[in-house]
């Protein structure tokens, strides 16, 4: 190890340049710097990683990385990776608890792609259990209203709503009926833009009912049944997960 202008150079071959071994240390080392505390490279090694951490076998609640920031719109942890299909910029695995736990509010800017599993809500119930809600899927990317209505002498308009008709696409989208008092034929006609009319087979009909307008989004093409590029990563690639790499 050679030193100048308080600068620590570790020069090779070695496998481990600096090591401290923590029994009486509650910090293995700080390091402080304007940009960067610690930057982690790998010349060589093309499995290697930048910066390993490992946490201890026993005890609970330990991390092998802690990342926090305490300034303004900070970031605790930032991950990037760009070349190719199978570059993740965060990959998690557990063989038996959870490969990731968000505590507070989470957004996706892009697609969401579940594979091999469900999607679903945990809906607590009175009894103090909780149950899964299942999504429902479909092969096309749709939007959904519901609403209810009233015939008055066998008719009734019913206009879309203004920000549900700004999102779905200008073709034809589907409206289901259900009638809730006597059986008046309803049916669906002079669907527009705007909106649609329910008539009856009888011009006297006066009767409830209510409608499930299904149309398909406007914002993204959502091909049906497009093919999906699955990209299985092997379990030992990218970075051993043993401490015997340090």
Known sequence: MSSSDNQFIALGPADI??????????????????????????????????VLGFSPTTGTQCAGVVGTSLAPAGNGVIADAHEGPSAYAVWARSSRGLAARFDGKVMVNGDFIVQGGAKSAVVPLSDGTARLLYAIESPES???????????????????????????????????????????????????????????????????????????????????????????????EDVSLSEDAS
């Open 17 to 50: 340049g600096f090591k401290t071994h923590a029994t009486r240390i509650t910090t293995g080392g700080e390091f402080h710097g304007t940009l960067a505390g610690v930057v982690g490279r790998v010349q060589t090694n093309p499995g290697g990683s930048g």
């Open 142 to 236: 749709w939007f959904e209203d519901f609403g209810f209505g009233h015939l008055s002498q066998g008719y009734a308009r019913i206009a879309l709503d203004e920000v549900f008709a700004s999102i779905i696409r200008d073709d034809a989208y589907h409206v289901f009926i259900t009638e809730y008092e006597d059986n008046n034929s309803l049916y669906v006609t002079g669907r527009t833009r705007d909106g649609f009319e329910v008539r009856s087979k009888t011009a006297t009909g006066n009767s409830e009912f209510s409608y499930r307008i299904v149309a398909k989004r406007s914002d993204i093409p959502a091909t049906r049944f497009a093919e999906a590029s699955v990209h299985e990563k092997p379990a030992d």
